[in-house]
């Protein structure tokens, strides 16, 4: 992914070197007794939360995703005099991901992009965490199961 950005091979090599020394432990605190601390525990897939390169990383890793969406014909189509002038079909913003779209058909296509996209580089989302929306001319009803 950062080669993509053009950042610079000894960067990558660092990073990719600094990425197999991620490890953590996990302290538990129990009233009356010794704590306890765990060896350490490498973390082998995914980006270490703790580590402060982390936030950009995921970033720049979901532009692909959002580039892919903003390709579909999905969304809510912002107008300038009758004249489309954008497409809104999502907003992310860190680990958050808000998909948005005119027909449940289109939402579908959309959550099928995401999900293709998600399988290829080996990212699962939180789909137990997921809702629908639906707003039609004002009126507003949560739906509790996604999809």
């Known amino acids: 992914m950062l080669r ?19 490890k ?39 532009n692909p995703l959002s580039q892919l969406l903003n390709s579909t014909d999905s969304g809510f189509s912002i107008k300038n005099n009758n004249t489309v002038v954008a497409k809104l079909s999502h907003l992310l913003y860190m680990d958050d991901l808000k998909l948005m779209a005119s027909t449940r058909d289109n939402l579908e296509q959309i959550v099928k992009t995401v999900e293709t996209f998600s399988n290829d580089i080996n990212m699962h989302f939180g789909l137990d965490k997921c809702r629908v929306l639906n707003i039609v001319r004002g009126y507003q009803s949560l739906l509790l199961s996604f999809l």
Not at 38 to 51: K, P, S
């Open 4 to 22: 993509i950005y053009k950042v610079d091979d000894n960067i990558v090599t660092f990073l990719r070197h600094i990425m197999t020394t991620w």
């Open 24 to 62: 953590t432990k996990i302290h538990l605190q129990i009233p009356g007794e010794n704590n306890i601390e765990t060896e350490n525990i490498a973390i082998n897939r995914g980006l270490f939360q703790g580590d402060s390169l982390s936030p950009l990383w995921f970033c720049l890793a979901m």
